[in-house]
């Protein structure tokens, strides 16, 4: 049986502490409990599909508790325990050094399937890959070109949802100006901020309006940036210029930047809402609940559990998986939206789909 | 009050620092612990203050055995220190400081400092202190920063204060002051123990002298009868030469030559005003004057560390007055800095490094960017024999030397170079006697050679010893120039302060 | 030679010292064998664990292999951090000189196609004086305006890891066909040689010789200090600035040679790392080594020696991590813990001179900082 790690770390760090500054007690029991009421990992049952396959994940430098895509990535890993059966186990990496050996570790493990999450493990995942050709690879958020034959990309087409969310908060706001920004000017950011505005242009088209775009430019491609994945008062200080320039609801695309708007719109009194990015916010993030009116969801653990499915299935490919509104990769979670504007996104998303509308 | 300290024993590795000393002292007198550094006087304190255990002997309040764990234990029985290194926090006030550690709060914990200013004001008029509580100890000069530490003493009820050399740090008028103030503390009956290796003030204000050599207690001496030549003997062990015996100079071609210096601080004070003087092959010119009054900044100027804002600085008809002290010290200059500690040693690097220090890059120690240290031990084991620097090995760090030996490091550097000139500030400054001796002798042979020499000192014996012809310096200005033979103690002292004698010789400016 | 066991004894007292704290932690974290109260079990996890600790570090070829790859950046920028300290300035600017060094390597890597025996030891030296130009950068603003170089250095940190974003954006230097700034790759004759290449089919032994940079780059620290001018010239400033004007040297010179010697060190970390880790670069290319640097410093008291010893301690807690992390549920945070405990405990030599009462003076005779006082 594996352990949720990431909670032992940080468990570990607090034990760590208390052991230190000699302050033991209370805070180990209450430790123990949460770490024990998240210990819900399903056993085992006879005749699963996947029964005898090891899975196994290695985590970049965020670590698997990081509140992001190494998260969500084991969160997959976690489903295809639960419903295929499989081993899982879990590598985290301290630094960028630890990329290969981790890898080698777990190609002597005898894993069938490795999954790597964030391309800076791309050069990595290749050798690997091309060392261990009777073991299949899959890399979160990067893509192999030219391709290798046992390994495979996990990309997501997030403008599909974010153009719909950009239809969406263009048909929700008041004062006609609709913001959004980026953690760092690249590509995984920037198509969040690109698909949000054309989505926001396809509203005017459609409907005649004159909603504006802050913090990007289609024909640029260059716009607001934090310059970081991690400061909550760069979040907090980006969202109020924008709202003070009129903006009423704000896309933020860089993690827990992003809180740090959340709390400015929660401090706003309703004034300024948030579209949540990656995963629903209005459920990841409590405390803030009441200002997210959407959010736009980039499903890794669906595209992890996908990529464990395929080898539990003896399937092995150099295709990239590619979530799209059609696979239920990418999608949208309402969390406030008028049901006629609900059904009209719906109806747009439908059409990103069969592909009729082009982003 | 009585103190006896019995049979006291403190042994270090390799060292006995205290061996079987008795001594005694009771409230309304002044005893005087002389010794040499490094003879045991600040051990015995530590052990009477509760911060070093004895390994043998007692200690005996008013007849009855006290065992002091901690400097708590030793206040708690009356006992207060002031100790060489004065222990404040600069950036609090007088009365922030003196409450440290035991401050009065008023409901909740808040600090009461109402009540702490009243309590310095208290302690200060009863003792004659003259204390301001609201001024901040940064700002103070050291003489008043050391009466902070004496209330703060006071204010923890001490019978008997001891105080760890005093003077050091002291200027001249301070420690008259602070000579007052011990006689305050006597007349309101509390008892003195002054720690000192100045056998003068242990001769002006002790009502007993104790002795202490090599961890023992070598003799008393009543102050009434006894000489400074005595004592001197009793603390060294042999008889010490005090005053300076040398040949009339024979001063030659001017190798010094200053004119006009001007210098001024950051905060615009003028420092030191038009001051120009000479300096001769084979004479000694010593400075004498009060601490502050730009003799530091002179020789700052004068050895390159600092710019002049006006006026020209010349060695052997150089200009050097924009020279570094590298270009200086290849024109034959040597400087034996007022700071030991700060400037003239690194204590972190060995005694070899130290001696090698101002002349590394010689050809004698390096081959352009190799240094040849094999050739700096070398030198650094006769400089060591030559200058009787009393280590077991050269290479030690100069931080396990005592002050005597620290400053013959310095002077031997310093000496020991192809010089033509030497700059000398407060060269015997806190180190005891027989070290002061061999100093002096090593100054007069270089002169003796054809050497020209400055000494600035704010110990008017010293200049007045040493020096063939004797400058004053008041507010930075040179006021008098005068023949140290033919004028008094006194009347050097009536110029230093400023004012001008009655009975006058040598020439005024 | 007495000085040395005396520091490394202290280091290895701390090394156990933490080592026992951390099996506290071990079991202290391992919930579910403390819930049923089986302790035999939580103590086999603490056995396992260092277990694999030891022998991911030191056990056989590839943990050695291991532990040399992930000691080589740490030991020269290391030793960027402890020539600093030695001249009396705190270098918070690994990172920013590593990455410096680390792009100039690179753009020779990439550029240049020339025969290894020329183009390996070009490339290291472009990163030597890529890091060195950084790191003068607060060696000047230092000695010209003052401004203390703890603030700048860690400025220029940020300065060169959105620089380095940056150049990874631009098509000098962007992988083609990759989307996020990573950078294109060097040439293969740019590699460092592989320490075990002669091996036959183990790729698995990720070690190269940027390990003899390093170690050559440590004696030429020691020779720098111990027999030249420029060295007594650092020291004698480092220890007492007003005593080394005094004797005439130029302690700004000397604080921006320092500081372009400190980013030359720096500089060839980030170039092994480039030429020999990873074959490219990326923003996290100096990830946590600049910071881990001042540790190893610290820890080795900057002397050569030291520096040495205490890299190679903490690359092989590096390695040894990993492979306890892969055996155990123990998870590789317990290295950093373990780290800082190290630090600690020799930053507090009076609290293992307690627990081990060891006998002897302690005083404070080691080298300390004194960097914050400038």
């Known amino acids: 049986m594996i352990k949720r790690k990431g909670l032992k770390s940080a468990a570990l760090a607090i034990a760590a502490f208390s052991l230190i500054a000699g302050a033991c007690g209370g805070s180990d029991s209450t430790v123990t409990e949460e770490t024990v009421t998240e210990e819900t990992t399903a056993e085992t049952t006879a005749a699963l599909p996947g029964e005898g396959i090891l899975a196994c994940q290695v985590t970049d430098t965020g670590g698997v508790d990081d509140k992001g895509f190494n998260q969500i990535s084991y969160k997959g890993m976690q489903d295809a325990e639960a419903t295929l059966g499989v081993t899982i186990d879990l590598l985290e990496s301290a630094s960028d050094a630890d990329y290969a050996p981790n890898l080698q570790n777990f190609a002597d493990k005898g894993c069938n399937i490795i999954v790597t999450v964030g391309f800076l493990l791309g050069d990595a995942t290749k050798a690997a890959a091309e060392a261990n050709p009777d073991k299949n690879y899959a890399i979160v958020d990067s893509a192999f070109d030219p391709p290798i034959a046992n390994a495979r990309g996990l990309v997501f087409s997030t403008d599909q949802p974010s153009f719909m969310a950009g239809y969406l908060a263009a048909g929700m706001t008041k004062t006609g100006v609709v913001g959004t920004f980026g953690g760092i000017n690249i590509p995984p950011v920037s198509i969040f901020m690109d698909g949000f505005a054309k989505g926001v242009a396809y509203y005017n088209a459609q409907k005649g309006t004159k909603v504006k775009v802050l913090g990007w430019d289609t024909e640029k491609k260059d716009g607001t940036f934090a310059g970081n994945f991690n400061s909550l008062d760069d979040g907090k200080n980006i969202a109020k210029s924008q709202a003070d320039e009129g903006a009423d609801i704000i896309f933020p695309v860089a993690g827990p930047v992003g809180l740090g708007s959340a709390q400015f719109a929660k401090e706003s009194g309703g004034k300024v809402k948030i579209i949540g990015v990656d995963v629903d916010m209005s459920i990841s993030n409590p405390d803030a609940a009441e200002v997210y009116i959407a959010s736009v969801l980039k499903n890794i653990d669906a595209a992890v559990l996908a990529a464990i499915t395929d080898t539990v299935n003896g399937v092995k490919t150099s295709d990239n998986y590619v979530g799209t509104l059609a696979n239920g990769g990418v999608g949208v979670a309402y969390t406030a939206v008028p049901a006629e504007l609900q059904a009209e996104v719906e109806a747009i998303g439908a059409g990103i789909a069969d592909g009729t509308i082009k982003i | 009050m009585k103190l006896e300290l019995r049979g006291i024993t403190k042994r270090f590795p390799g060292v006995v620092a205290n061996d079987s000393v008795n001594l005694s002292i009771a409230t309304g007198e002044v005893l005087a612990l002389v010794g040499e550094n490094g003879a045991g006087k600040s051990t015995l304190m530590n052990v009477l203050y509760g911060l070093y255990k004895a390994d043998e002997g007692e200690i005996l309040i008013d007849g009855a055995s006290k065992k002091f764990n901690s400097p708590a234990d030793a206040i708690a029985s009356g006992i207060g220190m002031v100790h060489q290194h004065f222990m404040l926090v600069p950036v609090f006030s007088v009365a922030e400081n003196v409450v440290l550690g035991s401050e009065p709060t008023r409901r909740l914990g808040a600090l009461d400092i109402e009540q702490a200013r009243k309590m310095v004001r208290d302690v200060s008029d009863r003792y004659n202190l003259n204390l301001d509580p609201d001024a901040i100890v940064e700002d103070l000069p050291v003489g008043v920063r050391q009466r902070v530490e004496i209330v703060k003493v006071l204010l923890r009820d001490a019978k008997i204060v001891v105080f760890d050399e005093p003077t050091a740090v002291l200027t001249p008028s301070e420690i008259l002051e602070f000579f007052e103030i011990v006689r305050t503390l006597i007349r309101s009956g509390k008892g003195v123990v002054f720690i000192t290796h100045k056998l003068k003030e242990a001769l002006t204000i002790a009502d007993r002298i104790n ?232 100054i007069v042979k270089e002169r003796d050679a054809g050497t020209a020499v400055l000494i600035v000192s704010t110990e008017l014996d010293e200049v007045m010893a040493l020096s063939d012809r004797l400058l004053v310096m008041y507010r930075g200005k040179i006021v008098a120039d005068l023949d140290p033979k033919k004028i008094s103690h006194m009347d050097v002292g009536l110029y230093m302060a400023g004012s001008r004698p009655e009975s006058a010789v040598g020439s005024h400016r | 030679m007495t000085d040395l066991l005396k520091s490394l004894r202290y280091t290895l007292l701390a090394l156990l010292a933490s080592l026992l704290v951390g099996a506290v932690i071990i079991v202290v974290t391992d919930i579910d064998a403390l819930k049923v109260g089986d302790y035999g079990k939580a103590f086999t996890t603490v056995l396992t664990a260092y277990r694999s600790l030891f022998e991911g570090s030191f056990w056989g070829l590839r943990s050695i292999s291991n532990t040399i790859t992930g000691t080589t950046p740490l030991l020269l920028s290391g030793l960027a951090v402890s020539v600093a300290f030695k001249a009396g300035l705190f270098n918070i600017g690994a990172t920013g000189q590593m990455l410096a060094g680390g792009m100039t390597a690179l753009w020779v890597g990439f550029t240049m196609s020339g025969p290894g025996w020329l183009q390996v030891p070009l490339a290291v030296l472009a990163g030597a004086i890529g890091g060195a130009i950084f790191g003068g950068i607060a060696g000047v603003l230092k000695a010209r305006t003052g401004a203390h170089e703890v603030i700048t250095t860690i400025m220029l940190n940020s300065i060169a890891s959105f620089l380095v974003l940056w150049l990874l954006k631009t098509t000098l230097f962007q992988r083609e066909g990759r989307p996020d700034p990573i950078s294109k790759l060097i040439a293969d004759e740019a590699h460092l040689p592989r320490l075990f290449g002669f091996l036959e089919g183990r790729s698995d032994l990720v070690a190269h010789s940027g390990f003899f940079v390093a170690l050559l780059a440590t004696y030429g620290y020691w020779y720098l200090l111990k027999r030249t001018t420029l060295g007594f010239e650092l020291r004698a400033t480092g220890l007492n600035s007003d005593a080394a004007k005094y004797a005439g040297m130029k302690s700004k010179t000397l604080m921006v040679v320092a500081m372009l010697l400190a980013g030359g060190f720096a500089g060839m970390a980030g170039a092994t790392e480039v030429l020999g880790t990873y074959g490219y670069a990326s923003t996290s290319l100096a990830g946590n080594i600049g910071f881990d640097a001042i540790a190893v410093a610290l820890l080795g008291q900057s002397s050569p020696i030291g520096t040495l010893v205490s890299a190679l301690l903490f690359g092989a807690l590096q390695a040894g991590g990993r492979s306890m992390q892969a055996n155990t549920d123990v998870p590789v945070d317990l290295i950093i813990v373990l780290r800082a405990l190290i630090v600690m405990f020799v930053a507090a030599p009076l609290l293992v001179k307690a627990m081990f009462r060891v006998k002897s003076q302690f005083s404070a005779q080691g080298q300390t900082f004194r960097g914050w006082g400038g």
């Open chain 2, 211 to 442: 002795v202490l050599r090599r961890g023992k207690v070598v003799g008393d001496a009543d102050p009434k009868t006894a000489s400074e030549a005595q004592i001197a003997e009793m603390m060294v062990g042999r008889p010490v030469q005090l005053t300076v015996d040398k040949k009339p100079a024979d001063p030659k071609q001017v190798v010094l030559s200053v004119k006009d210096l001007s210098l001024i601080d950051p905060d615009g004070r003028t420092v030191v005003d038009q001051v120009s003087f000479e300096v001769r092959a084979g004479e000694i010119v010593g400075i004498a004057g009060v601490q502050g009054n730009g003799q530091t900044e002179l020789v700052e100027a004068l050895s390159g560390l600092r710019n002049a804002n006006s006026g020209v600085v010349e060695i052997d008809g150089k200009d050097v007055t924009k020279a570094s002290p590298r270009e200086r010290h290849s024109l034959g200059m040597g400087h034996v800095p007022e700071d030991r500690q700060r400037q003239g040693l690194i204590t972190g690097m060995s005694i070899t490094e130290n001696l090698v220090l101002t002349r590394y890059h010689d050809n004698e120690f390096c081959n352009g960017m190799k240094m040849r240290w094999s050739d700096a031990s070398k030198k650094a084991k006769e400089l060591v024999a030559n200058y009787d620097i009393r280590t077991s090995d050269p290479d030690q760090l100069a931080s396990t030397l005592s002050g005597g030996n620290q400053q013959k490091v310095i002077v031997a550097r310093e000496l020991s170079r192809k010089i033509g000139l030497v700059l000398a500030a407060q060269p015997t400054r806190g180190i005891d006697v027989g070290s002061i001796e061999y100093i002096h002798e090593q």
